[in-house]
């Protein structure tokens, strides 16, 4: 057969099979639609009460998970020509399909198929008497959570209906009290209000019931209010207390941020009182050196004891270049005690000078510069003989 007459499957017919707990609830929704006889389809409910999990109910379970995947990587719109995804794009889900089921079955209770709605709710009670005595209490909580979506939106006339034909049996509405308690003990309010809401249909058909039904929904409500103002508050606590430590980080922001400007600032002024100091000390050493070429020759020239007070006020100054180089960029606690220093060499630099000055006029001699040497250069003179030698006269060789 060529490709040309080879007929590609559609996505519907590639689909894997539907999970089993869709499946179940598929063929149950087929046969009541048909009007299949009852005792054909309890069979298929009490399976599914029997062997229902949290797994399968969750879409948990590997089926679920592996048509799931499947039909999200293939964008399945639809299963066996139905479509369950409610006219979005996106692929069904088991969560999609369990919903649709569920509305379907729950449609044939409110109409055609009461007998079924009778043994559904029939099969509900025993099942979760069962876990009440095995304090099984997932079971039972699954139960409920399954069963209810199911009752939940009953006619009155079907609920009054309902309640007519178990009247009498161990699964009578009169059993609904103490399932209230039981939910009413642990706060879970929307279970109450299904519950509540099934007796509150009653109305003249069981009048005590169906005070009782509203009596404790009215409270459940005033439950959930309390719930919901504590929530409150603890939310207003939460804001408030997120806004302190919001203020709180914003001021330690604000002061950080003062902190690196004011380094920014400091680093600036340091910059700038080291290009300063690099300017003073070029000075400084140009003074030195100055000194250093004025003072030294001018020593040299004066000679004899002169040369000892040229160099002790060479001394002086140079300690005290040394020791303002040392405040200017040393430690700020060092610089107290390098001022007595500074201070000790300017005096003594004014005693020197003082002593330079005395010197001058009471003994200008010690000052005085010597005599320049006298040179004397010694000449030696080679002679040498330059008279010609005698010529003989003529007269003796005549």
């Not at 794009?89 to 088991?94: H, V």
Request: charged content about 25%; aromatic content about 8%.
């Amino acid at each position: 057969m060529s490709d040309e007459n080879t007929e590609e499957k559609k996505p519907e017919e590639q689909a894997p099979p539907l999970p089993w707990l869709l499946n179940q609830l598929d063929v149950i929704n087929s046969m009541a639609v048909r009007g299949d006889k009852l005792n054909e389809i309890t069979p298929l409910l009490w399976e599914i009460i029997n062997r229902i999990t949290w797994e399968l109910y969750e879409s948990k379970d590997n089926e679920s998970v592996f048509f799931n995947s499947y039909n999200k990587e293939h964008q399945i719109m639809s299963v066996k020509g139905r479509s369950f995804s409610l006219g979005s794009n996106a692929p069904i889900a088991s969560a999609v399909i369990l919903d649709h089921l569920i509305f379907d079955i729950a449609v044939r209770f409110n109409t055609s198929n009461q007998d079924l709605l009778v043994e559904f709710w029939q099969m509900w009670l025993i099942k979760r008497c069962d876990a009440e005595g095995s304090n099984d209490v997932p079971k039972r909580e699954l139960l409920d959570d399954f069963a209810l979506r199911f009752f939940k939106d009953l006619r009155v006339e079907t609920v009054r209906t309902l309640y007519q034909r178990v009247d009498g049996t161990s699964q009578s509405f009169r059993e609904i009290p103490l399932i209230l308690e039981r939910y009413k003990l642990e706060e879970k309010y929307p279970p109450i209000y299904i519950i509540t809401g099934l007796l509150e249909k009653l109305g003249e058909v069981d009048v005590e019931l169906g005070n009782l039904g509203r009596e404790i929904r009215i409270r459940a409500q005033n439950l959930q209010m309390e719930d919901l103002q504590k929530n409150l508050i603890d939310y207003k606590r939460f804001v408030f207390s997120t806004k302190q430590e919001l203020t709180n980080l914003k001021n330690e922001t604000e002061s950080k941020t003062k902190l690196l400007s004011e380094g920014i600032e400091e680093a600036k002024d340091n910059e700038n009182r080291m290009t300063r100091n690099f300017v003073q000390i070029i000075g400084i050493f140009a003074a030195i050196i100055a000194f250093i070429v004025t003072i030294v020759p001018t020593a040299v020239r004066m000679g004899g004891a002169s040369i000892p007070i040229a160099l002790a006020g060479l001394a002086i100054v140079t300690a005290g270049i040394v020791i303002l180089l040392a405040m200017i960029f040393g430690k700020d606690e060092r610089r107290k005690s390098l001022s007595k220093g500074l201070t000790g060499i300017i005096i003594a630099f004014t005693l020197w000078l003082t002593l330079t000055v005395v010197l001058a006029f009471v003994e200008p001699n010690v000052l005085r510069p010597p005599p320049d040497p006298v040179r004397v250069d010694t000449l030696y003179i080679d002679t040498v003989d330059t008279t010609p030698p005698p010529t003989p006269s003529t007269r003796e060789g005549d």
